[in-house]
């Protein structure tokens, strides 16, 4: 079987993608949505001639893809170029045929850094054995608020019973529903009276944000004012069905989604929340932050339960520096579990052996990646 890899450059990945949709026929494969397309194209760490899929062909059909997300990391002010993988599949007929390694092998061809985050025990096996350089799991906090409904528990098994036997009851989804409102407002509004009332408001972020950051954590990817502006302007997620794309394996669709900027204190304090509802749950994410002073780390969760309140929020995210502060609430000690996800490095550059160490030093958070919209 000859395998045949293709490059789609950032200039003309929404072009691509348009024509693909277009031309869209049942069980064709869709590397791209509209709408991921145009926010890569437009992403602002990115060259027009930069890499934004790699696909590989087969008898002339597209049976497997990677998605290229070019990006940079940052020491001490200064910018390195890299990728991140993002989007990966392989049709199901195509699978140990060899097209995940011959994708894999292209991008390590291009000889640049790339970063991994998120992968499953079986992958992560595959990339320790190329090679790729294992980081120290990316460590979080979550609230699942849907599992403290103790008392709809009954009504769940109610309903399962009912779904197995092919019978839908609104009246148990409304009960059950009302369970987690009230335990949202009884949880969420408990933590807050635990926590020193700080003030918080929404606001753009400080001029000097880089400058900041670089002191909290010289070595880091770069997500500047600009990166986190165009995040919140151009995701690559959309509310619109019209936008969801037959044929493409990831769903980019959401009931609703959301970008919020805030600002606490008079220090430069600030946080990004990232919001989304998808399959009837909602997601709120803490993404990046900076706070150099207690109180201000103290209004940034205060923020983000306020959000969540507002938001309806099922799950709540948090980075694990935050835990100290957190922790000053018993009853968020108490329901806060960690979670983690998998961080690995391809050093593909040429002087790649060299930079190991301030690989091993880089500073890395639940923003990093295409996390945020993953």
Known sequence: MAIEIREVLVKDVYDAACRRTHDYRPGDVIPISRARALAWHRNPHAQSNDVSLVLAYVDGECVGYRGMFPAHWRKHGCARRMYWYSTYFVRPDQRRGGVGSALLRHTFDMGTDIGLIGSSAEAQAVYRKLGFFEMPAIQGLMLDITRLNYQSLPLRALRKLASKRGLQSRWLDRSIQLGVNTNRQL?????????????????????????????????????????????????????????????????????????????????????????????????????????????????????????????????????????????????????FKSCERSFFMWLGAPEAESIRGDIAALSVSYADGDFTFA
């Open 187 to 335: 949880v969420l509004r408990a933590i807050l009276a635990q926590l020193p009332d700080v003030a918080h408001r929404d606001g753009p972020l400080p001029d000097d944000y880089e400058a900041l950051q670089d002191v909290v954590a010289p070595t880091r990817f770069d997500r500047d004012r600009t990166t986190i502006a165009w995040a919140s302007q151009v995701p690559w997620v959309t509310t619109d069905p019209s936008f969801d794309t037959p044929g493409y394996y990831f769903r980019d669709l959401r009931e609703r989604f959301g970008y919020h900027t805030i600002r606490t204190g008079d220090a430069g304090a600030c946080a990004n929340i990232w919001s989304f509802t998808r399959d009837g749950l909602s997601d709120v994410h803490l993404l990046d932050t900076y706070a150099a002073r207690f109180e201000d780390t103290v209004g940034i969760l205060r923020a983000v339960f306020d959000h969540a309140l507002r938001w309806g929020a099922d799950r709540i995210y948090l980075p694990i520096h935050l835990a100290p502060t957190l922790y000053g609430s018993s009853i968020a000690r108490a329901l």
